[in-house]
């Protein structure tokens, strides 16, 4: 056989491993993928000039419509003053030891975002040295529904050394992550009952 004709049937052979290898792949490609030519298709059908929104524009219009839902929690949502307050011991009223701290928050909303969007509310009693005691807070958060309303926070001491304390009110969103009201604080000894309304 002359050098001309082998080289010709290797270049032969050589187009033909190439072919028989790229069936494969594709092959190989459209079973792994069932979805691969149906999203092919959709592809070639959603040109540019067609008009069509793109799947990443449709899930960042939805992302959008979802975050301007969402209420807007700020520092200045909610204005409160105390209402009414005590520290008292529970066991004249109840069979219940310790001695109870009680607060009683008028709420009134500021941001009309907040309306009909859950909120929190969170109370640190502090001894008087200023050491932390007890943190507390709702039990489930709190769904504003009116403009101006009172929210209760109470807690039980079982410490009975304990003469006066102070107790300092926050509103919170929903997660007690963000601050959405002004502080307020009560400073009672054991035994008072304070209408601060």
């Known amino acids: ?11 032969v052979s050589m187009l033909g491993f190439s ?26 059908d959603q040109s540019p000039g067609s008009g069509s929104t793109s799947l990443r524009q449709e899930i960042s219009n939805d992302v959008k419509d979802e975050l301007a839902l969402l209420p807007k929690y700020s520092p200045n949502s909610i ?13 004249p ?33 502090y001894a008087a040295n200023q050491s932390l005691i007890r ?31 102070t107790a300092v009110a926050l509103l919170t969103d929903d997660e007690k992550a963000i601050p959405i009201s002004n502080v307020l604080e009560a400073r009672l000894n054991l035994g008072e009952m304070s209408n601060d309304s």
Not at 1 to 11: A, K, L, Q, V
Not at 81 to 90: A, D, E, G, R, T
């Open 1 to 11: 056989m002359e050098p001309t004709s082998r080289r010709r049937i290797s270049n």
């Open 19 to 44: 072919v028989g290898f790229l069936f494969l792949s594709v092959c190989l490609s459209v079973a792994i993928s069932p979805n691969y030519l149906q999203k092919f298709a959709i592809a070639q």
């Open 93 to 125: 009223i109840s069979n219940s030891p310790g001695n109870q701290v009680k607060l009683l928050l008028d709420y009134n909303v500021t941001e009309s975002s907040i309306l009909d969007n859950p909120i929190n509310a969170i109370m640190e009693v």
């Open 135 to 165: 943190t507390s807070s709702l039990p489930h958060p709190l769904n504003i529904t009116s403009s101006e309303g009172t929210i209760q926070l109470a807690t039980t001491l079982n410490d009975h050394n304990l003469k006066n304390i």
């Open 79 to 91: 204005s409160q003053s105390l209402n009414y307050s005590h520290f008292v011991p529970l066991s």
